[in-house]
């Protein structure tokens, strides 16, 4: 492998100020190499310095701050600690005169209403909502599903459950009753909290119609909470059961203390889709939750106090919790939509960053390479000069979109914080850093406590080669199990070498220390034997001019046991034919190798994405092969699937 291109390096300002420079001044820490290889290797000093440095609350401090007496996978953190997350997320704040009246969340609708709360209206929306909960029977260790788009309520429901000592399990807005009922009933919950609906490229959207099929299946529930998100007249309410948010917290008391909870009392429960079709519940807790989102908030993004962090996702993605507890634990303000990015027009997401003059931007890869085919002009039409931080995860990235995103979005004078980990890590695992250099399409290096890895099929750690991304060390922020599933948990990250998360993403360190990843490892395609990533293959087919996008997957082939397959999404314009087709299996084969020339390129108007514009080669791979598709929940169209079958 090639030394990394280095496109953006750290001006002394940032040297100077950043939150991780002024952590490691105060720590004594001389460089940020350093503080990575201490940070790993002395993780109790690290996470201890981190809550003391962030002053995150402890209602009563912990004695030891990492325990792994019972095991590796099943570690515990700051034990004998007790705290509530809401209180150092909102209480703290609401609580300073200076700090009261500042916003706290900032929302806009895709019609283009827009609302904003202060610190202290947050809170005192977040109580009444909490005491409303407790009179009806809602208390510690109960669990409340969220069922809502991104709107203040959704912010304030959460904290209320947290404070409560309730678990919350945040849904995707855009499921159907069948995703909704496995979830609620999994978990046993027993209330939901829902709105009459939202609107998706103009398009109304009944949320409370979709609630009421789901909770008919779950006889545990027995509260549901409708947030006026569209003022509708006609939503259905059932007698007894359901109640509208203005009337839980009418005549409540605006304030209401948070219950101390010990340190692993569990937060919420993350349900990630499986490809069994069954989805996994990830257990996330107060304490590790709490330190290692606020950590990555404050160190990767580089999140000031007042400044505005927008992240285009979902309540029911992992980012949806993180941005919410990371942004609000830091004293920023979060900004909230809930549309579609490129509606009514392409140029939607720049005049949002523009309109609400954010500071730090995440998107999805997949994302910015459907905006960069709208052309240069929707960008530069707003003034996006209050970005300071461009940040991105979800899917491996191309050069070219990174390059766009990093020069026309960003300028060339904001780094792209290229972050990695997943639902079940409850945070990152690979990071850059705002005070290293950065190179395209790099996620850095191990993000802070992180000791993560490459190894070989042998479980040796490797350079300049692919293999499996690992950790060998407990986090913070890991699951604590899978809900009700303590076996699965084992089998699925913990079987494959012993002591050893298995994260199931193929990744590579470059000769100067750049780390890479190349697509999922359970959607790696072998073809006569030999290992190849799809990001590896995609990026080769969208760098062609006449491409969009790609997904490349791996068919059943009786003499190479695989062969590969290439969909293609055509840009805008380009002649979709026999020519195109035989120049991009070319391109494959002098890129890659001639083994990797794809046995079948196929033209298709869209490929199946989940709303956090993740790619499923699974569901795509499983339309070829005639074979089970998994968990399809998460789909955002399920009309991509017939684009998939009617390729050429």
């Known amino acids: 492998m090639q030394q990394s291109e280095i496109v953006w390096t750290p001006s002394a300002e940032l040297l100077r100020d950043a939150n991780v420079a002024r952590f490691m001044a105060v720590e004594g820490v001389d460089g940020f190499d350093a503080l990575v290889r201490r940070s790993i290797d002395e993780p109790e000093w690290f996470w201890d310095a981190v809550v003391r440095f962030l002053g995150l609350r402890f209602a009563r401090p912990y004695h030891t701050v990492l325990d792994t007496s019972g095991g590796v996978p099943w570690a515990k953190w700051f ?39 202060t610190w202290a209206e947050l809170r005192s929306l977040t109580d009444r909502i909490a005491s409303g909960l407790a009179a009806r029977g809602v208390g510690a260790g109960d669990a409340v599903g969220l ?43 027993v209330a939901l909290i829902t709105a009459d609906g939202f609107t998706r490229r103009g398009r109304v959207v009944p949320m409370k119609e979709v609630a009421d099929e789901a909770v008919a299946r779950v006889p545990s529930v027995h509260t549901v909470v409708v947030v006026a998100r569209l003022g509708r007249d ?37 349900y990630t889709s499986g490809t069994t079709g069954r989805p996994k519940g990830a257990v996330h807790v107060h304490g590790g939750f709490l330190v290692k989102v606020a950590q990555e908030v404050a160190f990767q993004t580089d999140l000031r106090p007042g400044e505005r962090l927008f992240w285009l996702t979902d309540i029911g993605w992992i980012m949806g919790p993180w941005e919410i507890v990371g942004v609000l634990a830091g004293r920023g303000t979060l900004v909230l939509y809930d549309g579609a990015p490129d509606h009514p027009g392409p140029d939607r997401l720049w005049s949002l960053v523009e309109r609400h003059r954010i500071g730090v931007l995440g998107v999805s890869p997949t994302l910015v390479r459907a905006l960069m085919a709208q052309g240069d002009e929707p960008v530069r039409a707003h003034d996006l000069s209050s970005l ?53 399409c790099s996620l850095g290096g ?83 034997g030999k290992r190849l990533g799809p990001a590896e293959v995609e990026s080769v087919v969208v760098a062609h001019p006449s491409v969009l996008e790609a997904a490349a997957v791996g068919v059943p082939d009786d003499v190479k046991g695989e062969a590969l397959w290439v969909f293609v999404v055509p840009a805008p314009g380009a002649h979709a034919g026999d020519a195109l087709r035989d120049e991009l299996r070319d391109l494959v084969g002098r890129r890659l190798g001639a083994s990797f020339r794809p046995a079948q390129v196929r033209f298709t108007a869209a490929l199946p994405k989940t709303r956090s514009a993740k790619v499923l080669r699974r569901a795509i791979r499983a339309v070829v092969t005639g074979g089970p598709p998994g968990d399809l929940s998460g789909l955002e169209d399920p009309s991509t699937l017939d684009a998939v079958r009617k390729a050429e």
């Open 79 to 117: 034990v004998g600690g007790a705290l509530n997350a809401a209180e150092s997320c909102l209480d703290r704040h609401a609580d300073d005169p200076a700090v009261a009246s500042d916003p706290a969340v900032v929302w806009e609708g895709e019609e283009g209403a827009v609302r904003s709360l």
């Open 147 to 189: 069922f809502l788009p991104m709107v203040p309520e959704t912010v304030a429901a959460l904290l209320a459950v947290a404070k409560l000592g309730a678990i919350f399990l945040p849904i995707f807005s855009g499921y159907g009753a069948d995703a909704v009922a496995v979830r609620l009933a999994d978990a046993g919950a």
């Open 234 to 270: 006609d939503v259905p309410m059932t007698g007894g059961r359901d109640v509208t948010l203005a009337a839980l917290v009418d005549g409540r008391p605006g304030r209401r203390d948070a219950v101390a909870l010990d340190s692993e009392h569990p937060l919420f429960v993350a």
């Open 388 to 440: 300071r931080i461009l940040a991105s995860t979800g899917e491996p990235w191309n050069e070219v979109p990174w390059r766009w995103y990093f020069e026309v979005v960003g300028g060339g004078r904001c780094p792209v914080i290229n972050i990695s980990g997943g639902t079940e890590v409850g945070a990152c695992f690979l990071s850059p850093h705002v005070v290293r250099p950065l190179s395209p």
């Open 446 to 528: 191990p993000a802070l406590g992180m000791a993560v890895d490459v190894f070989d099929e042998a479980g040796r750690p490797v350079r300049g080669e692919v293999g499996e991304l690992v950790c060998t060390k407990p986090w913070p922020g890991m699951t604590r199990g899978l809900w009700k599933d303590p076996q699965r948990y084992l089998d699925t990250y913990w079987s494959r070498w012993p002591g050893v998360w298995w994260h199931g993403d193929f990744a590579s360190v470059s000769p100067d220390g750049q780390w890479f990843l190349h697509g999922r490892s359970d959607d790696t395609i072998k073809v006569a």
